[in-house]
């Protein structure tokens, strides 16, 4: 053996960073974060964190670093760390590229879709239709997000779903979805029928401008939304 492999084969092995730890206090985070735990602008008080998950500020300051690359929470030099809040803005530069990639995705998974594909895809909506017609809006919303999972996973792009997934989740701060607007449910129905009509006849650009008009009408009930609340509280 040369003086390079024996410097090898005694070399100790790198140290393994005990990862597991800050990603399940990320994952912890992001889930009450969903949950509004944490209102969007909140700041997020580390020491009392740390304390309540009997960790030291090392791995929650990691775990935020996770977070912050997600778009979820806002690191601000010397004053600490803070729940994003997505205003108006944030919304109309998200949901024109979302429009795009997701488009892609239909496009793509009209491709690649089976038999069987399509039928997964027609179970789910049928579950929208079921949530529909009991006016049941969050569990629509949930399986909403289901159905669109399931079009990314079938186009078969890791690609498209990382980015995808991150403004989702940048999106779920939002304090409203498209959903509360009046008539929305009904017309996402309409829209998901139509792209699924698409894809079943096998026409790719179709289905992808069908899956572009969706998240941009998304875009349009939220504003709906955000224009009726003066007229609401006014009312009040």
């Known amino acids: 053996m040369n003086a390079r492999g024996s410097r090898a084969a005694l070399a100790p092995a790198a140290t393994i960073a005990p990862s597991a730890l800050y990603v399940e206090v990320a994952k912890r985070l992001r889930e009450r974060i969903f949950a509004h735990e944490f209102a969007p602008g909140e700041w997020l008080d580390e020491q009392a964190l740390a304390a309540q998950y009997g960790i030291s500020r090392t791995p929650l300051r990691e775990a935020l670093k996770v977070l912050a690359a997600e778009g979820m929470v806002t690191l601000k030099p010397r004053r600490g760390c803070y729940v994003t809040e997505v205003a108006d803005r944030d919304l109309d530069e998200i949901f024109p590229v979302l429009a795009l990639l997701e488009g ?25 239709e079921t949530h529909a017609s009991k006016g049941n809006r ?13 079009v990314m996973e079938l186009a078969g792009n890791r ?3 990382q980015v995808i ?9 939002a304090r409203h979805h498209s959903l509360l607007a009046r008539g929305r449910v009904q017309q996402s129905l309409a829209e998901h029928r139509a792209i699924l009509a698409a894809m079943r006849a096998r026409d790719a650009e179709r289905a992808g401008e069908l899956m572009h008009l969706h ?9 709906e939304v955000r224009a009726a609340e003066p007229a609401a509280a006014d009312a009040g």
């Not at 892609?104 to 929208?128: G, Q, S, V």
């Not at 969050?138 to 399931?150: C, L, P, V």
């Not at 997934?165 to 701060?173: F, G, I, S, T």
């Open 104 to 128: 892609r995705c239909a496009h793509e998974a009209t491709l690649k879709a089976t038999t069987a594909d399509l039928r997964r895809l027609e179970a789910l909506h049928d579950a929208l």
């Open 138 to 150: 969050d569990r629509f919303f949930e399986a909403n997000q289901d159905f669109h999972r399931a």
């Open 165 to 173: 997934q991150d403004l989702r989740k940048v999106l779920r701060l």
């Open 215 to 223: 998240l941009t009408q998304g875009r349009a009930a939220i504003a």
């Open 159 to 161: 690609w498209l779903a």
